[in-house]
């Protein structure tokens, strides 16, 4: 039975044989633990394309504010690192606004300071003159504009010739313990959708011609998973996993587990996932100048 999960880190715990001699490292840092994996090639069964994939676990964000801001700045470092240092950066926010658990990209491109047709005007009021150009654009599902996020960013590749496109995604993870307590940031590309069974085309270097940096939160969790690891894990007979996951599939419909303060984790991570992302792209500015220049 096949464990859903967006999560490379999870994979790679949970025994995939092509993830063996992939060496992860880790560190502590802020309250947060980061494991570094680097894949060098595609491999097949896992939907693990090569780059470096970051997974960086932290305190939930739903029960404990980060007032400090320590786990948000270090997501900001970690993208920072991955970003080219100049040109103009595309910030996508993926995902359904009407569904909360898919809500999170769209919720991000809110807190995001859009400088690109401003850029001028803004470095001349704060007097800061190395300002990155910066452009942001929510693109909705297909079921609502006809459109595929991959044929809608690849025109806004070929039209603004960004150096580096930033996609915000919701995703999945296998582990209930990981929702809403986990940030990964990949340079491996993202298929939207594809953590609850919804496929979409690829985004990713290939497609879009520059480098694409994803980043998400795990919201949902597969239900049939999430019995299977509850109720016996690996040492499940595979006839028990079956009968779990058609127990939990009704008509072999996919059902998805939540939080049930799904509304705030969404909240407090679009939060901080946006304020990394201005903190990565501009750090002539503080936090809370971002919170004033987005309001």
Known sequence: MFFRTDLALELKEGGQPQLADVPCSTQEKDRCKISRI??????????????????????SLSDLLDEDDRCLQVVAQELRALLPQNGLVLVAGLGNAAITPDALGQKVIGQILATRHIKQELERITGIDELRSVAAVCTDVLGNTGVETAELLQSLARRLAPAAVIVIDAMAARSLARLGKTVQISTGGIAPGAGVGNHRPKIDRALLGVPVISVGVPTVVDAATAAVDLLGGEQAAPEEKERLRQLVSPGGAAMFVTPREIDLLIQRGARMIGMAINAALNPCFTVDDFELLTK
């Open 38 to 59: 680097t894949v060098p090639c595609t491999l097949e069964d896992t939907g693990m394309a090569p780059g470096e994939y970051i997974t960086i676990e932290m305190p």
